[in-house]
Structure formats: C-alpha cells, structure tokens
C-alpha cells in the first residue's frame, strides 16, 4: 500500500484507511466484536494504517473495539476519533464542543482506545455555541499535554477552517466526497490546499451505492440509517442508477470493480487525500486497497468528468435536521 502526507503536516498514513463506524453503528446491528477485531487487523496485515472511530459510534463501543484491535500495533498505526457530539436524555445526538467537555471526551477516548496519545482528534461537528478559536484553543492544550497529536475538523465550512486554523493548525479536514457528492469541490478543497491541510473522505463509496451492489430492490435492517436518507429511496435509487453504470463500463476496461474506480477517482484528485471506506468483511476490503493499484489516466478522468456531469442525483445526502449540523 502506498502511503500519503496529510497536507502539510508530518502525519504519513496508507493511501486508503479503514472507517470503522459500521462495525458498530449506523448500518444495522453491530458486528460480532471478535469478528470485527479480526477484520481490522486483516486491515493492518495488508497495510492500512488509518483507521477512523468516533466517541458517538456504539455511542462508545466503536473506541472500544478499535482500541483493542489495535493494541498490538501501537506506534505503528495512526488512530482518528471525535468529539463534540453527545447523546442527550432522550437518545438524540446533540452537539457539545464546551472546554470542559472536550477535555472530558479525550480522557475517555484515550482510555477507551487504550493510547496515551490520541493520534488526529477531529471536532465531529461545528458547536454554534462554541467560537471555533475556543475549540482549537482546547486542542491545543491537549496537544501541548502530549494527550492530541493532530487537529481536525469534520464536516466544517471554510471561515470556520480558517479561523481555527489560526489559532492551531489543521492537520485533517474530514467530509463527504465521492462521484456523488461533490461539493467539496467548490470552496473546501481549493481551501485547504491553500492552507495545506490534508481531505479525508468519509463515504467514499456513497454509503455503498457506488460499489453497483444495491439498486431499487435493496432492502435495509430496520436500524439502518440509510431508511432516512433521501438518496436511498427506492425512487431515487433508480434515478441514480447511471452513476453506477458509469463505473461499471470504466471498471470493465481496467479490468476493476466500480468501488476501486470510485476510490481510484478520488485518489487521482489530489495527493494530499485520503479515503477511509467502511466495511465489515474481508472481501471488501480486499476490494478497496486494490484500487490504490488502479490508474486512473488523464483521458479516463475527462470521460468520468463528462459522463458525470450529465447525470443529475437525486434526493438529498441527508434528512434536513442532520444537514444542517454540518458547515458545509
């Protein structure tokens, strides 16, 4: 596998990470634990060494079960997780970015994952309550205690990168970037090349839809978030069809599969990005860092480009409360 600098910094990871927040949220029922301690380190065997958790996923379990997949590899691995979004009382996730509570968060995590330092700590979301330079102002006392390494943010719009930036740089940016959804390609990318900070993707593969898998006819476990998502309507699932068929015909060619062509996309945009698909089986994870060995070349990157920009998705990425916690 080969590797990748987050922007400017000094943080040097696998080309494509691991996220890890399917193993135990968001995708129906958590995975068997010693099942998935097996899948990650499968992971680390074949060379990834970026793996993403978060404190809200299980909420907790995700840590967790990271932290003890992980334990034979300390130092040889790079470990991301979040705050800011806490459970209140009645099970909704709420965002909490307050000193104190971020302070809180990173004692846990590190017990939790099992580190004494936390390698690239992002904010999950933009608190509204909370000036972006108090929360960068936070992490960097953590950083100067040696508990944070890294600062990122997730799902953060372009004054409020800047801003924090500012008073702590950036390492990471963490949003979603793939064929099918492309926004971050209108300020937040040109940004943070200008600010030298590494992008991280998070559903590279469109929550599974780029890797030709579901179509109309899918049906998902009760508990799967993707029952709330606009583009996962059975309507907009057959609207959206001709993305994939369009990674089909380019997979065909390079004799891949549409998921390494929507990974191989991505990593040709630019060399200071960095992809985490999730997945809970070995197979798929095969699948995935074998699209660092595609070649994506200019003339199949044009082609891409026009297709794509004769296909217009359909259905909103999220359910409107849950897009307007993001900056972006």
């Keep these: 596998m080969q590797k990748r600098k987050l922007g400017k910094s000094n943080l040097e990871v696998s080309a494509i990470g691991l996220g890890c927040m399917g193993m135990s949220h968001g995708y129906g029922p958590a995975a068997d634990r010693q099942e998935m301690v097996g899948v990650i380190r499968y992971a680390v065997e074949r060379g990834v060494t970026f793996f993403d958790t978060a404190e809200v996923y299980g909420p907790f379990t995700n840590e967790e079960l990271v932290g003890e997949a992980l334990s034979p590899f300390r130092g040889k691995v790079v470990i991301a997780t979040k705050f800011g979004i806490k459970i209140d009382p009645s099970g909704q996730q709420a965002v909490d970015s307050r000193p104190e509570i971020i302070k809180q968060s990173a004692e846990g995590s590190l017990k939790r994952l099992g580190v004494e330092t936390i390698d690239l700590y992002y904010q999950h979301r933009v608190d509204p309550n909370v ?10 006392g953590l950083i100067r205690q040696g508990k944070v390494r890294h600062f990122g943010l997730s799902e953060a719009g372009v004054q409020t990168i800047r801003r924090a930036h500012a008073v ?45 898998k579901i179509d109309e006819n899918t049906t998902f476990d009760s508990s799967d978030f993707r029952n709330i998502v606009p583009r996962f309507t059975p309507k907009a699932r057959k609207a959206n069809k001709g993305l994939v068929d369009l990674l089909k015909r380019i997979a065909e060619r390079k004799k891949a599969t549409p998921a390494q062509i929507a990974l191989a996309w991505l990593l040709a945009a630019k060399p200071w990005i960095v992809p985490i698909p999730g997945t809970r089986k070995r197979e798929r994870l095969d699948e995935n860092i074998g699209a660092d060995a595609v070649t994506l070349t200019a003339d199949d990157l044009r082609e891409i480009a026009n297709a794509a920009s004769k296909i217009a998705i359909q259905g909103a990425r999220y359910p409107d409360a849950l897009e307007k916690r993001t900056g972006l």
Excluded: C
């Excluded at 000036?131 to 960097?140: F, S």
């Excluded at 971050?184 to 599974?208: D, H, Q, R």
């Design 131 to 140: 000036p972006i330079e108090d929360v960068a102002g936070t992490v960097k």
């Design 168 to 212: 702590q740089p950036v390492t990471a940016v963490q949003s979603e970037y793939s064929l099918w959804w492309r926004r971050p390609e209108e300020e937040l990318m040109p940004t943070l090349e200008e600010l030298g900070i590494g992008f991280v993707p998070f559903s590279p593969l469109g929550k599974g839809f780029l890797t030709g």
